[in-house]
Nanobody, 130 residues
């Protein structure tokens, strides 16, 4: 079992920045990749970013590339998503999830597939006002 708890969400103005966090417990955190997804009202959940177990590799959705940064601190069992130059279309509930160790640092297709992830947090809301 893995428990994931997101935090740091909140209302932010367009153009602003925010960092959300995901604290993990219950599994050796440093042994698996992590991903961030988001779900806007009335839309399907979509991939945002992923980071390898070491933090040495990252992958981003085109919609956030250059604006968002994913990172992790294995000593704190925490993964972060730093969001800058936020737009109203970034408004969503943001979720973190674990990628099973068997998948390793997978192909982009797998990294973007929510079904490839096994444990999910409850989400944190990030409304972006225009």
């Amino acid at each position: 079992q893995v428990q994931l708890v997101e935090s740091g969400g909140g209302l932010v103005q367009a153009g602003g920045s925010l960092r959300v966090s995901c604290a993990a417990a219950g599994r050796t955190f440093s042994s698996y990749a992590m991903g961030w997804f988001r779900q806007a009202p009335g839309k399907e959940r979509e991939f945002v970013a992923a980071v390898s177990w070491s933090g040495g590799s990252t992958y981003y959705a085109d919609s956030v590339k250059g604006r968002f940064t994913i990172s992790r601190d294995n000593a704190k069992n925490t993964v972060y998503l730093r969001m800058s130059s936020l737009k109203p279309e970034d408004t969503a509930v943001y979720y973190c999830a674990t990628l099973p160790s068997a998948a390793g640092w997978a192909t982009p297709t797998t990294l973007e597939d929510s079904y490839a992830y096994d444990y999910w947090g409850q989400g944190t809301q990030v409304p972006v006002s225009s």
